[in-house]
């Protein structure tokens, strides 16, 4: 079972490093008028968290 949490745990990490690098993208573009859609630091910060409580399951499953 600790598995489980672990493999989200890493998996929440890649998308919260995928949406610094989104974020990134968009604060340098071209553009300023191609607004996006996604809140790119509020979905890596809850990327972060639920990381956060998969690891802490895992550390405290049996």
Known sequence: MQERYWIGAAAM???ALLSG????????????????WVAW?????????A???LAALALTER
Do not use: H, M, W
């Not at 690098?21 to 996006?36: F, I, K, L, Q, W």
């Open 13 to 15: 990490v890649a998308l």
């Open 21 to 36: 690098v989104a974020e990134r993208r968009v604060s340098t573009r071209n553009d300023p008028d191609r607004v996006g």
């Open 41 to 49: 630091p509020f979905v890596q910060f809850l990327a972060i968290g």
């Open 51 to 53: 990381a956060l409580i």
